[in-house]
């Protein structure tokens, strides 16, 4: 994410802290000043939020490190004033997990909880909440540090998509209905939820924090929602769909000439090359056309420009598949084979206007 800086490199994945964290501590230092607190009090308050943070890290390791055990990397996780995120590589493919990914995070907290628990009774026997006004100091540390995980666990809990709680439902929901309606359906839940946070923070909470919350909900809900569905649509839609069947076949003696030519109609860009079997032996790329313009070497046989570095893709396979292949080799052009017999050809523009068609 833009803005942010990595503070630490945990399991090999990057800590990051957005810039709006540096507003948290001005908070902290402002809400010392105005309350009256000792340069003490003002530490201790300090050393609270860290405390805190250090548990939702711990939360977001919790979503990290249960993706992994189902073979889902994590980008980085991102600290924000409004809390972690976990920015996963992608979905676990089978809902359960999904499931199990979701819950790992206020998992985390319920385990804090309880291994604070000892000291919590140890230390409640001093605390005396009516005299909390002092803030915090040594005797209620640790009872606000346990009340505020179970807090967390609870706020996460609640089904407002894509915060965890939603993110359960989603995955119980995609069990029955599939995972497009089931976001759909989460999704609107979502922004309900992020509707009445906005409302009660603006009417009775009057909590700034919990209208960023429900803004940041809303807004990524949809977001969600959409990459969902683009994501099957990749999956689901073949080559066969979308492949241009209608292209032009340059033989291996065919000139450069003759490649130029078509080029500057401006229809096609990159060619294939075919043998007698009307199979593809060869790519002939934009830029070495334009080579061969510069060099004047337009009667050399398209044989000597082309380039054989390439994969058919097969007509069955899926878009999102094809996409991959031409981003990471490069591809300007790749053909398409159905039983080993040369069908279509693909381009990166074909899958972009596919994209924008089916918004
Ligand atoms: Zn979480």
């Given at each position: 994410m833009r803005g942010s800086i990595q503070i630490a490199k945990l399991f090999n994945i990057p800590v990051l802290v957005h810039w709006s964290f540096g507003l948290l501590a001005f908070?902290?230092?402002w809400e010392g000043f105005s309350n009256d607190l000792s340069w003490e009090g003002t530490l201790w308050l300090g050393v609270f939020v860290?405390?805190?943070?250090?548990?939702?890290?711990m939360h977001e390791f919790g979503h990290a490190l249960t993706a992994r055990r189902y073979g889902v990397g994590t980008r980085d996780i991102i600290l924000l004033p409004i809390g972690g995120v976990a920015r996963l590589d992608r979905l676990p493919e089978k809902p359960i997990h999904e499931f199990l990914v979701a819950i790992a995070g206020p998992a985390v907290n319920i385990a804090i909880v309880l291994a604070l628990s000892p000291l919590f009774l140890f230390s409640v026997v001093s605390f005396n909440v009516t005299s909390n006004a002092g803030g915090i100091n040594a005797q209620n540390f640790i009872p606000l540090l346990v009340l505020l995980n179970v807090m967390l666990a609870i706020f996460n809990l609640i089904p407002a998509f894509p915060m965890d709680g939603g993110r359960i439902l989603r995955a119980l929901l995609s069990m029955r209905l599939g995972r497009v309606r089931a976001t759909k359906i989460a999704a609107v839940i979502g922004q309900l939820f992020a509707l009445a946070?906005?409302?009660?923070?603006?009417?009775?909470?009057?909590?700034?924090?919990?209208?960023?919350?429900?803004v940041f909900v809303f807004l990524n809900a949809w977001g969600e929602a959409?990459?969902?569905?683009?994501n099957s649509l990749l999956d689901d839609t073949k080559l066969s769909d979308i492949m241009k069947t209608r292209f032009t076949r340059l033989h291996p003696h065919d000139t450069m000439?003759?490649?130029?030519?078509?080029?500057?109609?401006?229809?096609?860009?990159?060619?294939?090359?075919t043998n007698e079997a009307a199979q593809s032996i060869g790519i002939l790329h934009n830029e070495f056309i334009k080579e061969a313009m510069s060099q004047r070497d337009g009667n050399a046989p398209v044989a000597v420009y082309m380039s054989k570095h390439y994969e058919p893709l097969q007509a069955q396979d899926s878009v999102r598949f094809a996409a991959m292949r031409i981003q990471t080799n490069g591809y300007s052009i790749v053909p398409v084979e159905k039983d080993g017999q040369l069908v279509g050809v693909l381009d990166m523009k074909m899958?972009?206007?596919?994209?924008?068609?089916?918004?």
């Open positions: 908070f902290v230092l860290l405390a805190l943070f250090l548990c939702v890290v946070f906005v409302v009660s923070s603006i009417l009775w909470v009057k909590s700034p924090m919990l209208a960023l919350i429900g959409r990459s969902v569905k683009m000439h003759t490649a130029i030519r078509i080029m500057e109609m401006g229809a096609e860009q990159n060619f294939i090359i899958i972009q206007e596919f994209l924008k068609e089916n918004k």
